[in-house]
């Protein structure tokens, strides 16, 4: 019998996954779905569309976050 999932705990990454949900691209880089939501919509973060649904490609999630890594600092 499979034990409770605790609300707290991590998503369970699963790696046969193609195409995520915007939430779900959320949880993976820890922030707010509508902060996701507007990274999507600023093209900030690669996202497709299948009928009328919104997806993020797997591979488009560590790719935002190399971009991150790579781009200068910015002065204050």
Same mark, same amino acid.
């Given at each position: 019998?499979?034990?409770?999932?605790?609300?707290?705990?991590?998503?369970?990454?699963?790696?046969? =996954? &193609? +195409?995520?949900?915007?939430? !779900?691209?959320?949880?993976?880089? @820890?922030?707010? #779905?509508?902060?996701?939501?507007? =990274? &999507? +919509?600023?093209?900030?973060? !690669?996202?497709?569309?299948?009928? @009328?649904?919104? #997806?993020?490609?797997?591979?488009?999630?560590?790719a935002y976050v190399?971009?991150?890594?790579?781009r200068p600092v910015?002065?204050?």
């Amino acid at each position: 019998m499979a034990e409770p999932r605790d609300a707290d705990a991590p998503e369970s990454f699963d790696p046969s =996954l &193609v +195409l995520l949900t915007v939430e !779900e691209a959320a949880r993976r880089l @820890r922030i707010g #779905r509508t902060t996701c939501f507007r =990274l &999507v +919509l600023a093209g900030g973060i !690669e996202s497709v569309t299948v009928g @009328r649904l919104r #997806r993020v490609p797997a591979d488009a999630v560590p790719a935002y976050v190399a971009r991150l890594r790579h781009r200068p600092v910015e002065a204050a």
